[in-house]
């Protein structure tokens, strides 16, 4: 059974940071790629960050400079860190492997 779980959500000021990290198991994780999407509530799901098998990254132009992604194959985790926070971040992050989703975290930023 595949399960995806997200943390390190949480409330932070604009302009700070935060680590948000992805657990996978019951997967061969170091053979897929994975993504970070978002959703505001009322508005379609979005991609803000992906990562392939390899390596190679592609961010959301709103996102590009801000935030990272990247894995960890050897913990089965995927991180994405968020700097420079703007209130418009405001979001249930989720992750995703394949056809599977994680249950999401909170971000909320705001003064």
């Known amino acids: 059974q595949v399960q995806l779980v997200e943390s390190g959500g949480g409330l932070v000021q604009p302009g700070g940071s935060l680590r948000l990290s992805c657990a996978a198991s019951?997967?061969?994780?170091?053979?897929?790629?994975m993504s970070w999407y978002r959703q505001v509530p009322g508005k379609q799901r979005e991609l803000v960050a992906s990562?392939?098998?390899?390596?190679?990254?592609n961010y959301a132009d709103s996102v590009k400079g801000r935030f990272t992604i990247s894995r960890d194959n050897a913990q089965n985790t995927m991180y994405l860190q968020m700097d420079s926070l703007k209130p418009e971040n405001t979001a249930i992050y989720y992750c995703?492997?394949?056809?599977?989703w994680g249950q999401g975290t909170h971000v909320t930023v705001s003064s």
């Open positions: 995703t492997i394949w056809e599977y």
């Open positions: 019951g997967i061969i994780f170091r053979i897929y790629a």
């Open positions: 990562i392939s098998s390899g390596g190679i990254t």
